[in-house]
């Protein structure tokens, strides 16, 4: 594999990242060229890309939110104003994961990792207090009349199981803090379900403010 890097996505990318979105989650819509340009119009800094010589081999994107406008329940619709980020808040002290994806060719080389790794970049730049996504749980559907999503999660958290996100992001320094329902509803491989994560920056001071400088070194 040729060697990744990650950058901050720029508006020329976003033709590659629909395809990218496309050919990674065939049964989810993609998004929109619109809906893109909204989200680096509102929080640039926070939408990275991962890059080979050939061209784009994932991408995360994120927003700033104050986490207890969302704790109790929320949908990836809600929290995100339907792809459009509406909902950046840069008096957050969260940033929240609001889509991470790779190239299926490329799955298990080390590109998840690169992006979190961005993500945590991005966190510690603008010492911000923690990460929070809610991903999915693809390996549900397999167990599904066996046991329900909460129970299925732990046994991940346990070993027991392995689910590809899941297990990954746990991997990955994440916490597991629970299951929510109806999360993406059309995402039939997890039954809508989503399992809630964080990671707590090391480097957060709660004395300095949140700063959000044009370039973060990633």
């Known amino acids: 594999m040729n060697s990744v890097s990650v950058r901050q996505t720029r508006p020329e990318d976003i033709p590659a990242l629909i395809a990218l979105q496309s050919e990674v989650y065939p049964d989810i819509p993609a998004w929109s060229k619109r809906k893109l340009a909204e989200q680096l119009d509102v929080f640039p800094q926070g939408q990275i890309v991962a890059e080979t010589e050939d061209g784009l081999v994932g991408c995360a994107s994120s ?17 995100t104003g ?58 549900y559907d397999r167990y599904a009349d ?4 909460e129970f299925y999660a732990q046994k991940v958290v346990w070993g027991d199981l392995i689910d590809p996100v899941l297990s990954f992001q746990i991997k990955e320094g994440f916490s597991y803090c629970g299951v929510i329902e109806n999360y993406i509803p059309e995402d039939t491989e997890s039954r809508g379900y989503a399992s809630l994560i964080v990671w707590l920056s090391p480097d957060y001071d709660p004395s300095k403010p949140t700063t959000i400088p044009e370039d973060i070194a990633l």
Request: net charge neutral; charged share 25%; with cysteine.
């Open 63 to 79: 927003l700033i939110v104050l986490w207890d406008d969302w704790a109790e329940s929320h949908s990836w619709k809600e929290i």
């Open 82 to 139: 339907a792809g459009t980020f509406d909902n950046h808040n840069p008096d957050g002290k969260t940033l929240y994961g609001a889509e991470v994806f790779v190239d299926p060719r490329l799955q298990g080389k080390g590109v998840g990792h690169l992006l979190y790794e961005g993500r945590r970049s991005l966190c510690r730049a603008m010492n911000l207090k923690r990460i929070i996504a809610c991903g999915r749980l693809p390996g």
């Open 146 to 149: 066996e046991m329900s999503a």
